[in-house]
């Protein structure tokens, strides 16, 4: 059936489930690329509209994070890092974690928190999650800077060749971290509780990925169980980055391993999501 509009023909477009399990329609995501672009400078918006902090908070939240762990663990633990400043190497890991968590979070809701739109109109949905991967390098873009300035204050970090790795590795973190968005936004579509079960999972994620503490302190028989939490080697891989061999030189066969997983992660992801995105309307 074809709908007559103005001298136009319109192909009516219905939408169904998959019938099997399959990847997102990447080049239909491509024909709607200015919905993208769109999404991504409404979410910058939304995220400093109305606030009374706006690009502070973002300065703040790894402060004052920085200054609670500097306590705990730099002045009363006392934890070894290697004759690196107890404030830059929290920092170091910490803006990556920001940023991974972010990600996380805002794609597992990008589904159930855009029901508004999505029962409305029909475009690619996979568009919401990759539209707040963008806006969390914008976070990522201003904590940087923070760090940057700690490094510079602290001397003896300068920018090195190193630093042309960070955007293959920021890369890297957001397919992970978006393909762990993914599968939970999918499962979240059936199971609300989804979403505090996820924060549950990322606040134990944190604590067993080493941001606070070196995984040198851990015995060398043990390290490998770390190393199963890919962002382990990933979080070495920044400290190499920005504080040098200070940093810990990170393993490449660890490396490729988060590559490894972070690809599967992220195609698992999206085939969830595919699978469960033109659902959400029927189950809200």
């Known amino acids: 059936m074809e709908i007559l509009k103005k ?24 024909e709607y690329k200015g919905l993208l672009f769109f999404l991504v400078r409404r979410d910058i918006m939304l995220r400093f509209q109305q606030t009374v902090a706006g690009f502070l908070w973002i300065i703040f939240q790894p402060l004052i994070q920085m200054l609670i ?4 663990f730099g002045l009363l633990v006392q934890i070894p890092t ?17 940023f991974f968590t972010q990600v996380v979070n805002n794609s597992a809701m990008s589904l159930v928190g855009n029901i508004g739109i999505i029962i409305k109109s029909y475009f690619p949905r996979l568009a919401l999650p990759l539209s707040t991967v963008a806006s ?30 960070l955007p293959i590795l920021l890369i890297l973190t957001a397919i992970f971290s978006s393909g762990v968005g993914l599968l939970f936004g999918a499962m979240m579509v059936v199971f609300r509780d989804m979403k505090n079960l996820l924060n549950f999972i990322v606040m134990i994620w944190m604590y067993v990925t080493p941001i606070m503490y070196p995984v040198s302190i851990a015995p060398e ?16 891989a920044y400290r190499w980055v920005f504080l040098g061999d200070a940093g810990g030189l990170p393993r490449i066969n660890y ?6 997983v972070a690809v599967i992660i992220w195609l698992s992801g999206a085939i969830a999501f595919r699978a469960m995105e033109n659902k959400i309307a029927d189950v809200m």
Do not use: C, H
């Not at 001298?7 to 491509?30: C, H, M, N, Q, Y």
């Not at 762990?69 to 705990?72: K, N, P």
């Not at 004759?83 to 170091?92: A, N, Q």
């Open 136 to 165: 969390a390098f914008v976070d990522f873009g201003v904590s940087f800077v923070v760090l940057m300035v700690f490094l510079l204050v602290n001397g003896g970090y300068p920018i090195t060749f190193r630093y042309l790795l």
């Open 255 to 260: 490396l490729l391993i988060s590559l490894v």
């Open 221 to 236: 028989k043990y390290r490998i169980l770390f190393y199963i939490n890919p962002m382990t080697s990933l979080v070495d």
């Open 82 to 98: 290697n004759g690196v400043p107890y404030t830059l190497f929290f920092l170091s890991a910490f803006v990556v974690w920001q």
């Open 7 to 30: 001298g136009k023909s319109f192909t009516p477009v219905v939408i169904t489930p998959p019938a099997r399990l399959e990847l997102p329609d990447f080049r239909e995501l491509w």
């Open 69 to 72: 762990f500097y306590v705990l």
